[in-house]
């Protein structure tokens, strides 16, 4: 791998972020104004079972995977906008590899992702949300991880949409549920078997337990960490052999 | 396997070809786009391929640089053979795609800088030559700004200056004055003609009649996918008795090349 390639487009895509309209709201505004919202309207409502977390402290690792699973939407148009405008044909006649290509696209969006986290827990803090671990920098790991399924999912959504805004609509059979099943919203026993399905469980269930002062000794928090790290791989690796064999043209 | 395993190259007979086609063939589904199109191309020459629209320019092109898989047929490109050797291929050549791809939101600069990067130039040296390629065409100042600002013409122009900022020894400019305005064209001429006094070879596809015969040191005709004619400019007007190319391919085919635009 050149290191050389890959850094010129991993600064490409950190670019797109800051320059891009569409990209600095979908991936940093969002979560802002997510996190600001949910902050507001519920950092003074206790919950039901422990009186001593708020609504708000249980909905912010919900933001977290909130705003990693969004990257599925905002890969999928990338890359259907790159293949319409030629770009990634271009690219390919290039001496770039596609370890470099992918690369760049997996290493930016676990940059975002991370990014997302800091500003979502910087904000969560002055608006009254309290962490009872020490092991908070696990959750980077978490998000991280899920990420790295957000661009594998994208790569599938881009394969089979052709335009950027059939893309949206593609990446929502992987967005939807993950949102339904992985952020705020609770869950009874039966939809939890659901959601074991996808990614977010892994990344928001642990996080939670984590925050909610869960000792980091606990096996449940490195199983999810495991399962979610091998499902995250298995789908990029899966995702990008999809979209190099039939999303191309 | 390279050419100078399999081709003529090794058999000595044209040590000076860098880009050599054996009767190749691209179907999709049942139309013909190139039907078994065989010629060689020279070192250091500007080979023009002519023909109307859909004439197969592009597809062949496409072909030559790893785009598209031939149904048949072989392709060497530098010695190489496309199929097998690709990456190595990558390395020799500088493609300008007929379809200006440019990062919008990236200044003219940073698109040439970018691909510049992607073939792993030298900071220093990079910068230099994205001055000198920037300069040659006038487009120091308008290069700062981003290219989502630029006409269609501007964009043309950071289209080939990216295929060029590689230094590569064999350039494919596929229709690449097409929406440029007639000055500019000029001035693009001129540009690409002085490539060949740095020893490039430049594979050139066009269907203006007047590029062809300014610029081609050859230029093969084509037209549904098949080879109608190949020479030099000057050699084919006289072997069809003709004062343009235009009439060339009126005489072979009964038709103008215009009439596929």
Redesign the interface.
Known sequence: M?V??T???LK?EL??LI??PTFLFSLILLPVILTLAFGLAMRDIPTDSNPDISIFDFMVPGIYGFTSVYIVMTVAMAFTDYRK???L????????TSAEFMGSHVISNIIISILQVAIITVLALILGFRIRSTGFLLAFAFVGFLALSSVGFGLISATFAKSSGAAVGVSMIFFMPQMIFGTWIPMSDDTQVVAMFFPIYYSTNSIQMIFSGVPLTDITIWINLVVLAIYSIVIVIVGTLIFKRFGKA | MTISEESDLKKGSSDNIVVEIQNLKKNFDDIKAVNDLSFKINKGEIFGLLGPNGAGKTTTIKMMIGLLKPTSGEIYVGGYNVRKDLNKIKELIGVCPQQAAIYKFLSGRENIELYGNLHAIDKKVLKERTDELLEAVDFTEQSKRKAKKYSGGMLRQINMLMALIGDPDILFLDEPTVGMDARVRRKTWEFIGSLKERGKTVVLTTHYIEEAEALSDHVAIIDFGELIDLGTPKGLMEKHNVEDLEKVFLKITGRRITEGL
């Open positions: 050149n050389q390639r850094m010129a487009l490409l670019k797109k320059r891009d405008e030629g770009l044909d271009r690219i390919n006649t290039t001496p770039t």
